[in-house]
């Protein structure tokens, strides 16, 4: 809309009204977003159709026999393609139809050259806003004001955007500038100039990034806190771990023959269960109390752990419910049966035993085949990790051959589900840079077409074409680092606010930020190819003439 101001123009001169301009408009994106909807469906297709082939080629998960096509995913797709781009295609309706007639017959600026004060002040509420809410909500632990406000900051980030698109280009194009003489400052001042077409350009990168960026903080705030749960909980060297075993975990028989080797001192048993706790579904740990705290550190805040009997909650439990020690809370068993368990203990660290820890004896009189999951071994001095795991496993052999890990072993198989998830995180990140190819590359083409006479001009003036690929290239290249920048510092910031919120400690990865900015970095470069060549190939005659 923007190249056809003078168009939109002579509509309104011939007696066009704003409505029928905006109808205009959306009858165009109406059309583009029916096609490309069509288009979406039937890449979607093609490419489940070729997970499918590689699943079943190398048996990655379960076999599929066919493609199932749901009626729900067409009739959620179709209107949701269409209704996003009615939405994109609004503001540039509205702003075509405020062109004055006169503009046609006249040179017009396609676009404002700097952010209006409307912008810089809803911006700047906006941020002010978004900042205090994610600050208040870390700093008081409350998730819901601390995502709230990352949803504002959000907002603030893309309104504030060619607010800070012209004098940060000028500081990211210095270097270019230096390294690369007249292409490099030409480079600079073409993205400082247009502030708005810079921040439109580098607005999808700066979010992809920015969202893969909070994830890949926060996934690894999550990750420490973790680590630090299950390493201050068990210090103890040995653990028997059922992990994924298909039985659902091992026979409590193992314990208490692990109990007789002479290389144990303690060694304790854990599994996991699920009931109804004061009417609510929730998934339980089940040990004997006096024997789990000799192994274990759950921070016992209230009561203790001395009886066999001892039902345990904790302390974010207790403090949801209003318990304490001496609080009946009724319970309803698998099979039924419902009774009034007593809080015996209050305990801070839930790591390893969640919020519920039923005693062994309750537990065991409700259910056929009491099983443990877990088992935590300490050593009598000077025995032998080395030959104690070697007994446990010809011991455990019997009892579906859980694995026996060492303490460090098992702290690294507590995080191995996130390191999967990373590789989700990273897949958006590729998906995030392929939209942002598209943004910056298509921002650039219509640049090169607006500026058309220019670059003849520059051309007739002793421009070479390799140095004219070269501005388009650095022009590139400094819109994305802009997103890209916007984006890491918006992710850094929220995934702070969100991990704190829960009480998760800070822990970004420094190598997983450098991967995502050198991503984003390298995605300007490949984004300027097409432009940069189309540049450089306008004839000098036909641009110097253009309109």
Do not use: C
Request: aromatic share 4%.
């Amino acid at each position: 809309m923007a190249q056809r101001t003078r168009e939109s123009a002579l509509l309104r001169a011939l007696g066009a009204g704003r409505r029928q301009v905006v109808t205009i408009v959306g009858f165009e994106a109406l059309v583009v977003g029916g096609a490309a909807t069509l288009a979406g469906l039937a890449g979607g297709l093609g490419f489940a159709a070729l997970l499918r082939q590689l699943f079943t080629r190398f048996r990655i998960g379960i076999a599929m026999e066919g493609l199932t096509v749901a009626p729900t995913s067409i009739m959620i797709a179709v209107p949701v393609g269409l209704l996003v781009t009615l939405i994109a295609a609004l503001g540039p309706a509205l702003k075509a139809s405020r062109v004055p007639p006169l503009a046609a017959l006249r040179e017009v600026a396609a676009e404002a050259s700097g952010p209006s004060d409307t912008r810089v002040v809803v911006g700047g509420v906006f941020a002010a806003v978004a900042i205090g809410t994610v600050v208040f909500g870390a700093v008081t632990g409350q998730t819901a004001m601390a995502a709230a406000g990352a949803v504002v900051t959000a907002a603030a980030m893309v309104a504030l955007g060619p607010v800070a698109a012209g004098p940060v280009a000028l500081l990211l194009g210095g270097p270019a500038a230096r390294l690369r003489g007249v292409p490099g400052t030409l480079a600079r001042d073409n993205a400082s100039r247009s502030p708005a077409r810079t921040a439109g350009a580098a607005t999808a990168l700066m979010i992809g990034v920015g969202v893969v960026t909070l994830m890949t903080v926060f996934i690894g705030s999550l990750r420490a806190s973790l680590e630090d749960g299950v390493a201050g909980s068990f210090k103890g060297p040995i653990v028997v771990n059922a992990g994924n075993n298909e039985t659902g975990g091992f026979s409590t028989s193992l314990v208490r023959e692990a109990a007789k080797l002479p290389q144990v001192r303690e060694v304790a048993g854990l599994g996991t269960g699920s009931m109804r706790v004061d009417g609510s579904p929730s998934t339980v740990s089940v040990a004997d109390p006096s024997s789990l705290r000799r192994v274990l550190d759950l921070g016992v805040t209230q009561g203790g752990l001395s009886d066999a009997s001892t039902f345990a909650v904790s302390k974010k439990a207790a403090d949801d419910n209003h318990w304490q020690v001496g609080t009946p809370v009724g319970v309803t068993f698998a099979d039924g049966t419902s009774q009034k368990l007593t809080v015996g203990a209050v305990y801070e660290n839930t790591d390893l035993t969640g919020d519920y820890l039923v005693p062994r004896t309750v537990w065991n009189a409700h259910t056929r085949q009491p099983l443990d999951t877990r088992a935590f071994v300490e050593l009598n001095p000077g025995a032998s990790a080395a030959s104690t795991r070697q007994a446990l496993t010809a011991l455990a052999k019997p009892y579906g051959a859980p694995e026996v890990q060492s303490r460090d072993d098992f702290v690294a198989a507590q995080t191995e589900e996130m390191a999967g998830f990373i590789t989700v995180v990273y897949g958006m990140l590729i998906l995030a840079i392929v939209v942002a190819l598209l943004g910056i590359a298509n921002t650039l083409s219509l640049a090169v077409h607006e500026r058309t006479r220019e670059l003849g001009l520059l051309r007739a003036v002793g421009a070479t074409r390799p140095q004219i690929r070269s501005m388009v290239r650095w022009e590139s290249v400094i819109v994305a680092l802009f997103g890209t920048g916007g984006g890491l510092g918006l992710g850094v910031f929220l995934g702070w606010g969100l991990g704190t919120a829960l009480g998760n400690p800070f822990a970004p990865s420094a190598v997983q930020l450098a991967v995502i900015a050198a991503v984003g970095a390298v995605a300007g470069a490949l984004a300027a190819i097409r432009p940069a060549r189309r540049a450089a190939r306008l004839a000098i005659l036909s641009a110097i003439s253009a309109p």
